[in-house]
């Protein structure tokens, strides 16, 4: 026992020292794309550390949109970006003034040590909402706490997040079309995996969209997934015709927005509050929206890798 | 049980790291990412310090907002990422105009 205990708090400390020194070398990298495949790592060990930190649902959802769909977007600006500039630019105060040197160090530590003595300083333990989490589960209607706070009784929070993702893709489409592609040929092997991998990507987004009510999974990680399948078509340049960039798109992209609402609006009809689900009805009506927003995710993130409003022609 | 302590510090000081990061580069792309390491800082303050249940299952409440908070965080990223193009398209370059202190 002694011997196990040992040795996870040296993986813990090994862990938490290589996760410092990435963020570091990802900051601090002369060569951009070199520190944009670091911070992908970063992320890949982020997820390692939520599974230590016993947190699971959110292991998924980083190692899925942390550090794929973030990767895939950042890699993405960076081609765009044509950068040859890309050595480290300091900002100009920081450069030539030795006085902003030294205050910018003391105010580091400043903040560092500050943090540090507030987190050490709070009281060893403190069980927060989880008493009242778990003693109210029965009527959630799932039974994974994590689904059950997200989906029933934080369901604002999910709410104004799916609006928040609606919003930043409306500001990318407000800044104009879709930029040309250059014409790069994705090579022979992503021509391959693709039919092999987008089915199980899929397979794999329906499972984990099912599994959320009772296991680690849910919408986001499942939207992420689906999310990754519309990149994946996106890089080997297959095109959706025309006729699905207009309404259909939108239709899409608002369902889980618009049927989360709905419901809420409707339980405000039979005399619930808002989102207030009846606990007989609670799993189906949280399997409806989860489903709906799952799709709408997935496309949305699709869409923000895109990066502009299809069937627009960006001006030049 | 020390590894909470241990995870949370670690938290701090991707934060502080991310902060230095972030007051120190001009090139928009790597504020964009020092902002990311900022907030993964933060979530692993919170999902650290939502295991201190008295050896139970830690709160799921943390958890639930951290899930949040990756899906928002993308969203800003993918924001900051298309203004910043704009930028570059408009203007050739990757950093913002320097104000004169003078």
């Given amino acids: 026992m002694e011997a196990i205990t040992l040795l996870q708090l040296i993986f813990d400390t090994l862990l938490g020292f290589t996760l410092l020194w990435l963020a570091w070398q990802a900051l601090s990298s002369p060569d951009l794309f070199r520190a944009i495949v670091l911070f992908i790592a970063f992320g890949l060990l982020m997820a390692l550390t939520w599974v230590r930190l016993n947190a699971p649902d959110i292991a998924l959802a980083e190692a899925a949109i942390g550090a794929g769909l973030t990767g895939a977007l950042l890699l993405s600006a960076l081609a765009r970006?044509?950068?040859?500039?890309?050595?480290?630019?300091?900002?100009?105060?920081?450069?030539?003034?030795?006085?902003?040197?030294?205050?910018?160090?003391?105010?580091?530590?400043a903040v560092t040590s500050g943090l540090a003595f507030s987190v050490l300083t709070l009281q060893e333990n403190s069980p927060g909402l989880s008493i009242w989490v778990l003693e109210n589960i029965e009527t959630s209607g799932v039974s994974n706490p994590v689904t059950a706070v997200l989906l029933n009784y934080r369901g604002y929070d999910t709410l104004l997040e799916m609006s928040v993702l609606l919003v930043a893709l409306l500001g990318i489409w407000s800044l104009g079309g879709v930029p040309k592609r250059h014409d790069s040929f994705p090579?022979?092997?992503l021509n391959i995996l693709i039919p092999l991998l987008v089915p199980l990507l899929i397979m794999v987004a329906g499972y984990l969209l099912w599994a959320g009510a009772h296991a680690p999974g849910g919408a986001f990680q499942a939207g992420s997934l689906l999310g990754a399948a519309g990149i994946l078509f996106l890089l080997v340049g297959w095109q959706f015709g025309t006729q699905f960039m207009g309404l259909p798109l939108r239709i899409m992209i608002t369902f889980g927005l618009a049927l989360f609402i709905a419901v809420g609006v409707a339980l405000m009809l039979f005399g619930n509050q808002f989102l207030e689900y009846p606990s007989s009805?609670?799993?189906?009506?949280?399997?409806?929206?989860?489903?709906?927003?799952?799709?709408?995710?997935?496309?949305?993130?699709?869409?923000?890798?895109?990066?502009?409003?299809?069937?627009?022609?960006r001006h030049k | 049980m020390?590894?909470?302590?241990?995870?949370?510090?670690?938290?701090?000081?991707?934060?502080?790291?991310?902060?230095?990061?972030?007051?120190?580069?001009?090139h928009l792309l790597r504020k964009i990412l020092a902002i990311n390491v900022m907030g993964s800082g933060v979530f692993l303050i919170l999902v650290a310090l939502a295991n201190r249940t008295y050896g139970t299952a830690p709160d799921p409440v943390p958890h639930a907002m951290v899930i949040t908070g990756i899906v928002v965080a993308i969203s800003a990223t993918a924001l900051a990422l298309a203004l910043t193009l704009r930028v570059h398209t408009e203007t050739g370059r990757v950093e913002l105009p320097e104000e004169s202190l003078e």
């Avoid at chain 1, 044509?82 to 003391?106: D, G, H, R, Y």
């Avoid at chain 1, 009805?281 to 890798?305: D, H, K, M």
């Avoid at chain 2, 020390?2 to 938290?11: A, E, F, K, P, S």
């Fill in chain 1, 187 to 189: 090579g022979q092997i």
């Fill in chain 1, 81 to 109: 970006l044509k950068a040859k500039n890309s050595a480290t630019i300091m900002t100009e105060q920081v450069k030539n003034k030795p006085l902003f040197w030294l205050l910018l160090t003391m105010l580091s530590l």
């Fill in chain 2, 2 to 26: 020390n590894n909470i302590y241990l995870y949370t510090l670690v938290g701090v000081g991707l934060f502080s790291l991310g902060l230095y990061a972030l007051i120190v580069h001009a």
């Fill in chain 1, 281 to 313: 009805l609670a799993g189906s009506l949280i399997f409806l929206i989860e489903a709906a927003a799952t799709l709408s995710i997935g496309i949305t993130l699709a869409a923000l890798f895109l990066g502009g409003r299809p069937g627009l022609r």
